[in-house]
């Protein structure tokens, strides 16, 4: 029976306030309504043509889901981590762990956006390498103290950091990535992904695969996730897999614009071919959806649903029409 989580709509502007006080009263509506995590996406700013809005902070906003809420499981739903000091990283998200009494996931990519890393001073090109090291620095400070590292792009000696993370031996790292047909959409190369799906197969707890992705994209890249993972003399039973899509559930014929207004403020993809990627319908067609999706890999551990704004009912709907029946109630 799989979890199922909201992934926060976290993009500015959106329709409607979002005044601190709404999004607080959402945050603790999630945990009400029954839903088993919550999850924020990480961007430093607009990444057009994708996502031609900007975000909330990511690590503010897990600070924030911690404060508010008693006993869901949160998370980043992907971190961009090679932006990110792995040292200083580590310490914070120790830090939001131990504060939420040990309630956090921490999902982590390795991005994509050039204008992000050119921001950042980051090479876009070695931001598979730096992440490879900055997975080995978090796992060894969140384990150990008086840790030293080498690496090309990350030197340190003796470094420890407190508090260390509840969960032991660390939380639960879940990797993004894989093959996707939006190159084809957005004129962007995804190029080869066996780096990344290697990168999942060693170290990640959860594998969350593109919302994009094909059936058979996600089928090939699971089938060579579990084929590395004996290399690294681990079983891909233990590797969650996770589902993650944007939602917008229709109730009524006019509820079709008001998702396409919701759409176009968030990315160029035509409503069309959203339409056909997104979870957008009505509740039985969604659910239709949600029941083919462990088809292309035997299972699916986990759901994560993203609504295109902080309308409370949509949250409400999909707890009432969607929830109870991908969970078997």
Same mark, same amino acid.
């Given at each position: ?5 909201? =992934?926060?709509? %976290? ?5 409607? %306030? ?49 404060? #508010? ?32 009494? &040990?309630?956090?996931? #921490?999902?982590? &990519? ?15 090109? @070695?931001?598979?390498?730096?992440? *490879? !090291? ?16 080498? $690496? ?6 003796? #470094? ?30 995804? $190029? *080869? #992904?066996?780096?990344?799906?290697? =990168?999942?197969?060693?170290?990640? *707890? ?9 059936? !058979?994209?996600? @089928? ?19 590797? +969650?897999?996770?589902? %993650? ?19 176009? =403020? ?17 509740? +039985? !067609? ?5 029941? =083919?999706?462990?088809?292309?890999? $035997? ?9 295109? @704004?902080? *309308? ?11 929830? $109870?029946?991908?969970?078997? +109630?």
């Amino acid at each position: 029976m799989p979890k199922v989580g909201i =992934r926060l709509p %976290s993009f500015i502007p959106n329709e409607g %306030s979002n005044s601190p006080g709404e999004v607080f009263r959402y945050l603790r509506s999630i945990e009400e309504l029954g839903y088993d995590s919550i999850f924020t996406i990480d961007h430093l700013q607009t990444a057009a043509p994708t996502y031609p809005v900007n975000w909330f902070d990511c690590l503010s906003m897990l600070s924030a889901v911690a404060s #508010v809420t008693k006993k869901v499981r949160f998370g980043p739903l992907v971190l961009v981590l090679p932006l990110y000091h792995p040292a200083w990283l580590a310490k914070s998200l120790a830090t939001i762990d131990y504060l939420s009494n &040990g309630r956090l996931i #921490v999902g982590l &990519g390795v991005g994509w956006s050039k204008a992000e890393f050119e921001a950042m001073g980051v090479p876009l090109s @070695s931001r598979g390498k730096i992440m *490879d !090291e900055s997975l080995e620095i978090l796992r060894e400070l969140w384990t150990r103290d008086n840790v030293s590292f080498d $690496g090309e792009f990350f030197k340190f000696h003796d #470094v420890s950091i407190e508090p260390k993370p509840i969960q032991k031996p660390y939380p639960p790292i879940w990797i993004g990535g894989g093959n996707q047909p939006f190159g084809k959409i957005y004129g962007m190369n995804v $190029g *080869d #992904v066996t780096p990344a799906l290697g =990168r999942i197969a060693r170290y990640a *707890d959860g594998w969350s695969h593109h919302l994009s992705s094909t059936a !058979e994209m996600i @089928s090939q890249d699971w089938n060579v996730i579990s084929r590395l993972a004996q290399r690294f003399g681990r079983n891909s039973e233990e590797i +969650e897999i996770i589902y %993650s899509n944007f939602i917008f559930v229709v109730r009524k014929r006019t509820d079709y614009e008001k998702c396409e207004r919701a759409l176009a =403020r968030i990315t160029t993809l035509p409503f069309e071919e959203a339409k056909k990627t997104y979870l957008i319908g009505t509740d +039985e !067609e969604i659910i239709g959806r949600l029941r =083919r999706v462990p088809l292309a890999t $035997g299972r699916v551990d986990h759901i994560v649903l993203n609504p295109l @704004s902080w *309308d409370l009912e949509q949250i409400r709907t999909i707890s009432e029409k969607i929830m $109870g029946e991908m969970q078997g +109630e």
